[in-house]
């Protein structure tokens, strides 16, 4: 079985209006969602939530301010899950609470895995 980190990608700016009771509804979607892969015995380990806030360090030793505010979507948070295939990763991510908030899933497979 192959190993795929799924990088998780939306808006901050469309969670900064959440109220309390949006974070508890997100949350338990969340849970529930890992909670049916980890059945599946597809969960292999959690990732945790990103700041919006961090720096791009290029080449050269450049450090500039990032992520970029006008991109409609940042990386927020990221995890990693067992499939069979590339096409089996991707099936069990269509489900992800992640679409509530029209976010994207990135399915990548870890190479040596």
Same mark, same amino acid.
């Given at each position: 079985?192959?190993?795929?980190?799924?990088?998780?990608?939306?808006?901050?700016?469309?969670?900064?209006?959440?109220?309390?009771?949006?974070?508890?509804?997100?949350?338990?979607?969340?849970?529930?969602?890992?909670?049916?892969? #980890?059945?599946?015995?597809?969960?292999?380990?959690?990732?945790?939530? @990103? +700041?919006?806030?961090?720096? !791009?360090?290029?080449?050269? $030793?450049?450090?500039?301010?990032?992520?970029?505010?006008?991109?409609?979507?940042?990386?927020?948070?990221?995890? #990693?899950?067992?499939?069979?295939?590339?096409?089996?990763?991707?099936? @069990? +991510?269509?489900?992800?609470? !992640?679409?509530?908030?029209? $976010?994207?899933?990135?399915?990548?497979?870890?190479?040596?895995?």
């Amino acid at each position: 079985m192959k190993e795929f980190m799924l990088l998780f990608r939306a808006d901050y700016g469309k969670m900064q209006h959440y109220k309390p009771e949006d974070w508890q509804a997100a949350t338990k979607k969340w849970k529930d969602w890992t909670d049916r892969l #980890i059945a599946k015995g597809k969960w292999v380990a959690p990732g945790t939530q @990103l +700041s919006p806030n961090g720096k !791009i360090v290029k080449s050269k $030793g450049v450090v500039t301010d990032g992520p970029y505010a006008e991109l409609k979507e940042s990386l927020l948070s990221y995890c #990693i899950m067992r499939a069979e295939s590339l096409e089996e990763a991707v099936e @069990l +991510s269509k489900d992800c609470p !992640i679409f509530q908030i029209d $976010g994207s899933v990135e399915v990548r497979e870890r190479i040596g895995s």
